[in-house]
């Protein structure tokens, strides 16, 4: 197994260009940023294998980080890592299927297992939205003595991060074998939701859900080509794809392809978008929903100038704008309505998650990925974010004389998913036909480098919605932002006080 191990991550990681500095010099310090999906979050499965392997294109230069991690013997115990049954594939696989995601899983956990004679298991409860409560239950009762016990919780980042503040996790700023400032856990995360030196949760390359949640723009490069639209990774690169040059792009492209005088989900359009991708929007432009104050703590800034500006930009361009396509299906279908016509040729670009990726492998026309465009040209650096069903990773306060061992190991997996796991997530994602698209690679590495998620987006739910008011009033088609935010302004920051005292009082 695990000469296997070597060449699966050989071959799946010359995938990948050494542009990672590149990517990183482009986008600056990370961010922050955090988007509640609700009822019908999870994407369905495609269904699509993604057995083939790539020729050797490109030296590899990713850093296997995992070699400079300390030996260990842990006397073949078990870690066993709670999870949501839908999400169970990102954290264990116990064969080998063909799936190259799959795959390398299997192999990153049997690397681990190996190298500090442990098995990885898992135990998985359900846990969608809408089974919050069971999966919370899960976690209460398994830390109180109820339920099958558990060295790791790989939860729902939306409401898992109430627990956090409820006091089931353990600061893992104060466990020695876990460093949480070291590049494989997201800086963006990291650095935005430590509160009085304390940091209960963490993301990174381990949480594969965070890779599939990330918003991306795809596009059409067929359509481009055809709308004489200029290069746009070279626009990226200058720090010119700004919201602005979007829209214009977006604005030229456009027609009624059934001739029936009305614009549905059977014509062209330059943008396809939802509720839940069009917040991404309020990310990539800089605007903060929690700003950091002196002491330490959180006050709330996301009412502001700039938001209303570009609510009152984005509003009439998604809902009075021949160019746009904005899916709100009764049904909940809107990611298929989307995938649909863009498959269909019947948009130049498309906003959604990278597991959509997955989903258009097949298309016949070539597509790329971008970055959401900066707010305008002073804006300094690209920011991104990823929905908030992926899955943090946290130590249960029930650990005990386990702690250190738990840890290094979620440590561990979180290191070698960096190094073998994510190009083979790269690979599911995008589409090869005689050559890889080395500029769409370039561009996840510049779109992971430049995570974002700001203190407002994590705690969205306990704090009352906050973050989901920008993509529900586009839906209700108000015209101003202003009126909804100032109703339920006081209660905002009420909630946020809250959590504020918490985190507070778990620091004592």
């Known amino acids: 197994m695990r000469n296997h191990a070597g060449v699966l991550r050989i071959l799946a990681l010359v995938l990948v260009l050494g542009m990672l500095t590149a990517a990183f010099a482009a986008c600056g310090a990370p961010a922050q940023d955090n988007e509640t999906k609700g009822p019908g979050d999870e994407t369905a499965d495609s269904g699509e294998k993604t057995s083939e392997t790539k020729p050797v294109e490109e030296e590899e230069t990713r850093e296997d980080y995992l070699a400079s991690f300390p030996a260990g013997d842990y006397g073949n115990e078990t870690i066993t890592i709670l999870c949501r049954t839908s999400k169970s594939y990102e954290v264990y696989a116990d064969h080998t299927t063909g799936d190259i995601v799959n795959d390398a899983i299997l192999d990153r956990n049997s690397r681990i297992q190996e190298m500090y004679n442990v098995r990885i298991d898992h135990y998985d409860v359900p846990g969608t939205w809408n089974d919050q409560s069971t999966f919370m239950s899960a976690v209460k009762n398994g830390i109180m003595g109820g339920e099958e016990p558990f060295d790791i919780v790989a939860g729902y980042l939306a409401y898992c991060a109430t627990l956090a503040m409820q006091g089931y996790f353990l600061n893992l700023r104060n466990i020695d074998t876990i460093d949480m400032d070291k590049p494989w856990w997201t800086q963006g995360f990291v650095q935005n939701n430590t509160i009085q030196d304390c940091l209960y949760f963490g993301i990174g390359d381990i949480s594969l859900t965070m890779w599939e949640g990330i918003y991306a723009l795809f596009y059409n490069k067929q359509i481009a080509q055809e709308n004489n639209v200029e290069n746009l990774y070279d626009l990226v690169d200058a720090k010119a794809w700004t919201l602005e040059t979007f829209m214009d792009i977006v604005n030229d492209v456009g027609a009624d392809l059934n001739g029936d005088q009305e614009y549905t989900n059977e014509d062209l359009y330059g943008f396809l978008t939802n509720r839940h991708s069009v917040r991404t929007f309020v990310t990539s432009c800089d605007i903060p929903m929690c700003t950091r104050t002196s002491d330490g703590l959180f006050e709330l800034t996301y009412f502001s100038d700039k938001l209303v500006e570009l609510y009152d930009t984005i509003e009439p361009f998604i809902n009075k704008n021949n160019s746009t396509f904005f899916s709100v299906p009764k049904d909940d279908s809107d990611v298929e309505e989307m995938v649909s016509m863009f498959m269909s040729d019947q948009a130049l670009f498309m906003s959604e998650t990278l597991e959509v990726g997955t989903m258009i492998r097949n298309m016949k026309s070539d597509f790329g990925v971008l970055p959401f465009p900066l707010y305008d040209e002073s804006q300094?650096?690209?920011?991104?974010?990823?929905?908030?069903?992926?899955?943090?990773?946290?130590?249960?306060?029930?650990?005990?004389?386990?702690?250190?061992?738990?840890?290094?190991?979620?440590?561990?997996?979180?290191?070698?998913?960096?190094?073998?796991?994510?190009?083979?997530?790269?690979?599911?994602?995008?589409?090869?036909?005689?050559?890889?698209?080395?500029?769409?690679?370039?561009?996840?590495?510049?779109?992971?480098?430049?995570?974002?998620?700001?203190?407002?987006?994590?705690?969205?739910?306990?704090?009352?919605?906050?973050?989901?008011?920008?993509?529900?009033?586009?839906?209700?088609?108000?015209?101003?932002?202003?009126?909804?935010?100032?109703?339920?302004?006081?209660?905002?920051?009420?909630?946020?006080?809250?959590?504020?005292d918490a985190y507070t009082a778990l620091a004592d």
């Open 380 to 500: 300094e650096n690209y920011k991104a974010h990823s929905y908030d069903g992926l899955s943090i990773f946290c130590i249960p306060t029930s650990s005990g004389d386990r702690t250190e061992m738990s840890a290094r190991i979620m440590d561990a997996l979180c290191a070698e998913s960096s190094y073998s796991v994510v190009p083979v997530f790269y690979d599911s994602v995008m589409k090869y036909k005689v050559s890889r698209d080395m500029d769409s690679i370039r561009m996840l590495n510049l779109i992971r480098s430049c995570l974002y998620f700001d203190f407002g987006f994590v705690h969205a739910v306990p704090i009352g919605g906050l973050f989901q008011i920008f993509g529900d009033e586009i839906v209700n088609k108000n015209p101003s932002i202003t009126s909804t935010y100032k109703s339920n302004e006081s209660k905002y920051e009420s909630k946020l006080q809250d959590i504020l």
